[in-house]
């Protein structure tokens, strides 16, 4: 089992920058392949970025140039680095962990492959 707590979400003016967290417990997610997916009002959750344990990233085209997904393995933690945020960026954001063998090349964009998820975190920006 892992346990995923997302922090760092809040109200920004577009334009600013937030930095989410998403720290793990239960087990080490060194191995694991991880994930950021959000969710607006009144649509589906929907990908945002991923990284697998060898580091290899992928972004949605909406995020690419904008956001930076990170991981910290000596601190079992998921980062996304949003900067030029926009209005249509607000959403709640959740973080996502899969555990399942992986080759580490290959990255995941589809919410079946991820075992784990936080409880997510309100990111709002204003106009």
């Known amino acids: 089992q892992v346990q995923l707590v997302e922090t760092g979400g809040g109200l920004v003016q577009a334009g600013g920058s937030l930095r989410l967290s998403c720290a793990a417990s239960?087990?080490?997610?060194?191995?694991?392949?991880m994930a950021w997916f959000r969710q607006a009002p009144g649509k589906d959750r929907e990908f945002v970025a991923a990284i697998t344990w060898r580091y290899i990233r992928a972004y949605s085209p909406s995020v690419q140039g904008r956001f930076i997904i990170s991981r910290d393995n000596a601190k079992n933690t998921l980062y996304l680095q949003m900067n030029s945020l926009k209005p249509e960026d607000s959403a709640v954001y959740y973080c996502?962990?899969?555990?399942?063998?992986?080759?580490?090349?290959?990255?995941?964009?589809?919410?079946?492959?991820?075992?784990?998820w936080g409880q997510g975190t309100q990111v709002t920006v204003s106009s």
């Open positions: 239960g087990r080490t997610i060194s191995t694991a392949y």
């Open positions: 996502a962990a899969g555990t399942r063998p992986s080759n580490g090349v290959q990255t995941s964009q589809t919410e079946a492959s991820y075992d784990f």
